[in-house]
């Protein structure tokens, strides 16, 4: 891996950490808050691509197990990884590798509405179901009420969703995988 690869690894890492700062939203029914983190995971797999773009939350799964406050209310440490919002951070590098495989793939042909559903399979529906069905099994309550509980996810995560493949688009030209496009 190149230095130019491990440094927009490390800088989305960070990105992801900056978006903890917007104020997350609790929903009061469900032990998960409404955060713009994922849009962070979503943009990482559309402009980096799935090896980068899975490094970039695999760095910043091993920021919060150090401890680090990369998480909304300034949380980090073991325990949140073993707590309800474990299944949705631990989705998060699988959601942005598969999200970034299909990027590469659709690379040379790339379109917005490719990208949101892109977005939408494995950044929406993959990362709730897993997240859910975690919370579901920690809370010791049925899946099916963890999945009833993120459904309430479903319009903001589509908002994000559109908006990673609309600023991917937008930014397309800086990204490394044009980078592998050229040679």
């Known amino acids: 891996m190149r230095t130019k690869e491990l440094v927009y690894a490390a800088l989305f890492a960070a990105l992801i950490a900056v ?8 929903l009061g029914f469900i032990p998960v808050p409404v955060t713009a983190q994922t849009l962070g995971v979503m943009l990482a797999g559309c402009f980096l691509g799935w090896r980068i773009g899975a490094l970039s939350l695999v760095i910043f799964l091993i920021l919060i197990a150090i401890g680090l406050p990369v998480l909304p209310g300034g949380r980090g440490g073991l325990a949140v990884l073993a707590g ?7 989705s998060w590098p699988l959601a942005a590798g598969l999200i970034g495989w299909y990027a590469e793939a659709l690379w040379l042909k790339v379109r917005t509405w ?3 559903t892109v977005n939408l399979i494995f950044g929406v529906l993959l990362v709730n179901l ?4 975690s919370m579901a099994w920690i809370m010791h309550t049925p899946v099916w009420t963890g999945l ?5 996810f479903l319009p903001g995560d589509l908002i994000k969703a559109l908006l990673a493949a609309v600023i991917t688009m937008q930014l397309r030209p800086l990204s490394p995988l044009e980078d592998k496009r050229r040679g």
Not at 19 to 26: E, K, Q
Not at 84 to 90: D, E, R, S
Not at 148 to 152: D, R, V
């Open 114 to 116: 490719k990208l949101f």
């Open 130 to 133: 897993i997240g859910a069905t």
């Open 84 to 90: 309800p919002t474990a299944g949705y951070l631990l």
């Open 19 to 26: 978006l903890a700062l917007i104020p997350p939203v609790s």
């Open 148 to 152: 009833a509980g993120s459904a309430a």
